[in-house]
């Protein structure tokens, strides 16, 4: 039930790209993006809620894939302070027992280096 | 201002005691949350209260009480606290109560150490 990202971990030099993606094995209704630095609060990103969707946010994006029942979060010419671990939050489609609730991924720890 | 807020910010006590986590936000959102972000950093919804009504109860320990005397304010009272009860617990909040349809807002956390 609790939705699957990939990769676990990634490393990054200053102005290098990269994608995370999120999996859930139950129809979505929405996918949240959140990023929480190290001792703090999560703090939200965004919100894809139509499948096909996609959002950005400065250099941050996302896209949702109703039918793969996944969403990818790109992040283009990262900074330091991009720095954190991000995790995805899904709703499933209500109906399915999960109606109000978010199920996070076990997060993907982004690490970007000068 | 703070928009979420959570006291203490930190609690360290012994196996067996009661303690309590109080949270209060001044967002005017309708619908409240906890959640318990374990040291592995799962991030896991414990409950959700919408204008003082409790909405989602997961399956945790009856030793877990939430209480919210008003929409504004989300307290949680943990009895005879165990070893596993450590983690971080996180307070938000969000507009209405479509979890998966609005933005969630998280307090900064207390971390609670059971030695």
């Known amino acids: 039930q609790q939705p699957v990202q990939s990769p676990q971990a990634v490393i990054l030099r200053e102005g290098e790209d990269a994608v995370i993606n999120c999996s859930s094995s139950?129809?979505?209704?929405?996918v949240h993006w959140y990023r929480q630095k190290h001792g703090e609060a999560p703090v939200f990103l965004m919100i894809l809620l139509k499948g096909g969707e996609q959002k950005g946010h400065d250099k941050i994006s996302a896209s949702f894939n109703e039918k793969k029942q996944q969403s990818s979060l790109y992040l283009t010419a990262s900074q330091l302070s991009y720095s954190g671990t991000y995790f995805c939050?899904?709703?499933?489609?209500?109906?399915?027992?999960?109606?109000?609730?978010?199920?996070f991924g076990q997060g993907t720890t982004l690490q970007v280096k000068p | 201002d703070t928009a979420v807020s959570q006291t203490p910010k930190y609690l360290v006590t012994q196996m067996g005691n009661d303690k309590s986590i109080k949270c209060e936000q001044n967002?005017?959102?309708?619908?409240m949350y906890w959640y318990k972000q374990d040291s592995k950093k799962f991030l896991k919804i414990m409950f959700s209260?919408?204008?003082?009504?409790?909405?989602i109860n997961e399956t945790v320990p009856n030793r877990f009480s939430p209480k919210s005397p008003d929409k504004a304010h989300l307290n949680l009272h943990i009895n005879s606290l165990e070893l596993g009860d450590s983690a971080v617990y996180f307070c938000?909040?969000?507009?209405?109560?479509?979890?998966?349809?609005?933005?969630?807002?998280f307090g900064p956390g207390t971390r609670l150490t059971v030695l």
């Open positions: 939050g899904t709703e499933n489609i209500r109906g399915s027992g999960n109606t109000g609730k978010l199920i």
């Open positions: 139950k129809a979505l209704y929405s």
């Open positions: 938000a909040s969000s507009q209405g109560a479509l979890a998966g349809a609005e933005e969630q807002f």
């Open positions: 209260y919408n204008n003082k009504e409790l909405i």
């Open positions: 967002l005017g959102h309708d619908t």
